[in-house]
């Protein structure tokens, strides 16, 4: 179970983002203390707002940074500047706020395994940097790059902590659903809400059926974060479950969450991505012995009663 070992101040870096929202949910379910730092303290691309808003923040005993700004799908691709440029400006602002106004904290940097090279096998964290990332997502990984490396860097040379955890992809309530922004596994749900309420004859699936990838419910994931967070300290680590999914067993889980008989198609041209990227998480696996609760059908249904009132 997790647990918030110390009971020491978090503080949460985009309470407001997908991920950070249900941090807030989770510590409030639990009543653990934390301190949000959401759109309204300001952009964190802009170092004053950043140095600012870590010397108003009460001291802390660990910082959860989950800012990022993301995109995905097709739209990466004409966009690497600018997702480069704007998230290396807010990994670099974060990385020396923490230096001057928050050093006593442990700074847990949520990573991506796009920030890996490609592989055809499960990527353990020794091959970071290893080789060139998928080119839909070089800005995007660059940036995460350059955060993973910082946070080393900078625990080095001014004696902080630091973690820096590549994370499965996420799904659960309330997570975007603008094609742009969505993940593979809350696009598919939508799309299926949609296109089942619509009198569709088919489920439309984007992307290749045996294309593999990590999936996780939100909350098993903050447990995971958790769990790592108890258990590591000064590395880079990938803090998943080692069950991989395929897209097809995704879009079957979501038809069987909903009831809904139409076949799956998958029409030709869509965006794809890398075909296999999963990360080997023995390490933390092994010294934690988490695993998840939340069955794939179990976590669909989950976001289908709260998303959009299917029962």
Same mark, same amino acid.
Request: aromatic share 10%.
């Given at each position: 179970m997790a647990s918030n070992p110390d009971g020491g101040l978090t503080i949460i870096l985009g309470s407001d983002g997908f991920l950070g929202? &249900?941090?807030?949910?989770?510590? &409030?379910?639990?009543?653990? @203390?934390?301190? /949000?730092?959401?759109?309204? /303290?300001?952009?964190? @691309?802009?170092?004053?707002?950043?140095?600012?808003?870590? #010397?108003?923040? *009460? =001291? /802390?005993?660990?910082?959860?940074?989950?800012?990022?700004?993301?995109?995905? $799908?097709?739209? =990466?691709?004409?966009?690497q500047g600018e997702l480069i440029a704007i998230n290396a400006r807010i990994h670099l602002n974060v990385l020396e706020a923490w230096r001057q106004h928050q050093p006593q904290a442990k700074l847990i940097s949520t990573g991506s395994s796009c920030a890996f090279p490609e592989s055809d096998k499960p990527i353990v964290e020794a091959e970071f940097q290893s080789g060139p990332m998928h080119p839909s997502v070089r800005g995007y990984g660059l940036a995460k790059q350059l955060l993973a490396v910082g946070s080393e860097t900078y625990a080095s040379q001014y004696g902080l902590r630091y973690l820096h955890l590549f994370l499965a992809t996420v799904y659960g309530p309330d997570d975007h659903k603008l094609p742009e922004r969505t993940h593979f596994m809350t696009g598919m749900i939508d799309r299926a809400v949609k296109e089942m309420r619509g009198g569709a004859s088919a489920f439309t699936v984007w992307g290749e059926p045996d294309t593999v990838r990590d999936l996780l419910y939100v909350d098993d994931q903050i447990e995971a974060i958790l769990a790592a967070d108890g258990a590591f300290e000064n590395l880079m680590l990938n803090c998943s479950s080692n069950a991989p999914v395929t897209i097809d067993q995704s879009a079957r889980a979501v038809v069987e969450a909903l009831g809904w008989t139409a076949p799956i198609t998958y029409p030709p041209g869509t965006f794809k991505g890398a075909s296999y990227k999963t990360l080997d998480a023995s390490q933390f696996l092994g #010294?934690?012995?988490? /695993?998840?609760?939340? *069955?794939?059908?179990? $976590?669909?249904? #989950?976001?289908?009663? &709260?998303?959009?009132?299917?029962a």
């Open positions: 929202r &249900n941090f807030v949910r989770y510590f &409030n379910e639990r009543g653990w @203390a934390y301190h /949000a730092v959401g759109r309204s /303290a300001g952009d964190l @691309a802009d170092p004053d707002i950043a140095l600012r808003a870590f #010397k108003d923040a *009460p =001291q /802390a005993e660990r910082i959860l940074h989950l800012v990022t700004c993301q995109r995905t $799908g097709q739209v =990466q691709y004409g966009i #010294k934690t012995g988490w /695993a998840p609760k939340t *069955p794939l059908v179990e $976590g669909v249904r #989950k976001v289908l009663a &709260n998303d959009y009132g299917v």
